[in-house]
């Protein structure tokens, strides 16, 4: 049986304690029933796997819909450069030292589309591909947009 997609996922990047989804609705209702299901889905296969009982996650997701084209082609970006936390907390407010170890870091996270977007297969099947080449182009467009945000995150809004 064939399912049908309640979004399409635009965007992602897991981090250790939270998680990032630029989503587009398909089914009316669609983003609160793929996150309903999401939070469940993975509750049960946590406590399943760690034999464990309860919730996981505190409160319900927070949506914004994005109102302004400005933001809907920025999202992504935000969103990819989020690991930088890890190797680098407080990137945005004191910049970054190290362009090619960050740029390096980037393209090895595999818990984001970052990589798909740019060409190097990780999640191909997860994300609309179609997304990036209508707004950004060739993949190589994409990752030269997203470094010049990693080099102008004052100019961009993210300090």
């Known amino acids: 049986k064939s399912r049908e997609n309640l979004v399409e996922i635009l965007a992602f990047c897991m981090m250790p304690n939270h998680f990032h989804l630029m989503l587009k609705q398909v089914k009316k209702g669609g983003i609160t029933e793929f996150m309903r299901k999401l939070g469940t889905g993975y509750t049960n296969y946590f406590n399943k796997k760690y034999d464990r009982v309860g919730s996981l996650f505190q409160g319900k997701y927070k949506g914004q819909l994005i109102k302004k084209e400005s933001h809907f082609i920025h999202l992504p970006h935000y969103i990819h450069l989020n690991p930088l936390k890890i190797v680098s907390p407080g990137w945005k407010e004191r910049g970054i030292r190290d362009n090619k170890k960050a740029n ?6 595999r818990w984001s589309s970052y990589k798909d977007c ?3 297969k990780n999640f191909p099947s997860v994300i609309n591909q179609k997304f990036y080449s209508e707004f950004f182009g060739k993949p190589q467009d994409y990752k030269k947009s997203l470094k010049s945000w990693l080099n102008n995150p004052i100019e961009v809004g993210l300090r």
């Not at 390096?104 to 996270?109: P, S, V």
């Open 104 to 109: 390096n870091f980037l393209e090895k996270y």
């Open 118 to 120: 740019i060409g190097k």
